[in-house]
């Protein structure tokens, strides 16, 4: 089963900095080896929803320049669906990170062209699973959620109160530790899928824990796009109709190997099978 999908979100062009340390305030280290990459909320997740198997559509914008062409080249060699993404004049969104040796990161966002989504250009079947975030305008996600009818996942990221729209819509919440604890009201959320790092994740319903993984040992060298990793994998899974146990610990798997060594981790495509057979 290949469960269709939207995915709104942000796009990003990543400029990574890869050092020993992060410097302090006012300190400058000279040891950085410099990557590009596609980045950003929405593109990340859309990428590996794709590649795990799911018919991805993504919702957003880019620039009219080379950063744009570069995403949207990304992208479809993914397996995504493109056509949903409007070119608009602001430049295509930029993500500046510093990445030390531990696989620690510091970002620092320029939105760009992801703020000037036009949500009366957003074409879509309403009845088709949304998975969103927070990096883009919050009136665009709330007329999506506002237009759907199919299951709305939210990753609550970056951590912001959020409107009655979305607690009304919102079937599957996704979170970290300190963005479940900004949000007291996710207690009473229908299921909430937390994230505890090393030590894996849970399923919350209303507050009650219905499922458990363990966290999946592994060399950490970037924790760039994990949490993008795992919420993708978790609503893919869940759409194939996996149980939930299964899907959470499929999306811990996947989430672990993207932060493992470039040059020993599968490819996302490979982890697929995680979904069915975890």
């Known amino acids: 089963m ?12 990543d400029l990574l900095a890869h050092v020993q340390r ?22 990340n997740q859309a990428a590996a929803a794709a590649r795990l198997g799911g018919q991805v559509r993504l919702i957003g914008a880019v620039g009219a320049d080379d950063a744009g062409t570069q995403m949207l080249a990304s992208l479809r ?7 949903g993404v409007q070119t608009v004049s602001d430049p295509t969104g930029t993500a500046l990170i510093v990445v030390d040796a ?3 990161n510091s ?22 699973p949304v998975l969103t975030q927070l990096e883009i305008d919050a009136e665009v996600v709330d007329h999506v959620a506002r237009t759907s009818t199919g299951l709305f996942a939210l990753n609550v990221s970056p951590a912001r109160e959020l409107s009655a729209v979305l607690w009304k819509r919102t079937g599957l919440f996704i979170v970290n530790e300190g963005e479940y ?32 993984a363990p966290g999946v040992p592994t060399s950490v060298v970037s924790t760039v796009g994990a949490g993008d990793a795992f919420a993708a994998a978790l609503t893919v899974g869940l759409l194939q109709g996996v149980d939930e146990e299964r899907a959470l610990a499929a999306a811990c798997a996947v989430g672990a190997a993207v932060v493992a060594d470039a040059r020993t981790r599968p490819p996302l495509q490979a982890l697929a099978a995680y979904l069915p057979q975890v």
């Open 107 to 128: 970002i620092v966002v320029c939105a760009g062209a992801n703020l000037k989504i036009d949500p009366a250009a957003i074409v879509r079947d309403p009845a088709v």
């Open 102 to 104: 531990d696989g620690e």
């Open 2 to 13: 290949n469960p269709r999908l939207d995915v709104l979100g942000a796009i990003n062009l």
């Open 22 to 43: 992060a410097p302090a305030p006012g300190e400058t280290v000279a040891d950085g080896v410099l990557t590009r990459e596609p980045g950003g909320k929405g593109a």
């Open 77 to 83: 060699e993914a397996g995504v669906d493109t056509a």
């Open 181 to 212: 604890a900004a949000l007291p009201r996710l207690a009473t959320a229908p299921l909430v899928a937390l994230t505890l790092g090393a030590e894996g994740a849970v399923l919350l319903r209303r507050g009650v824990r219905v499922a458990q």
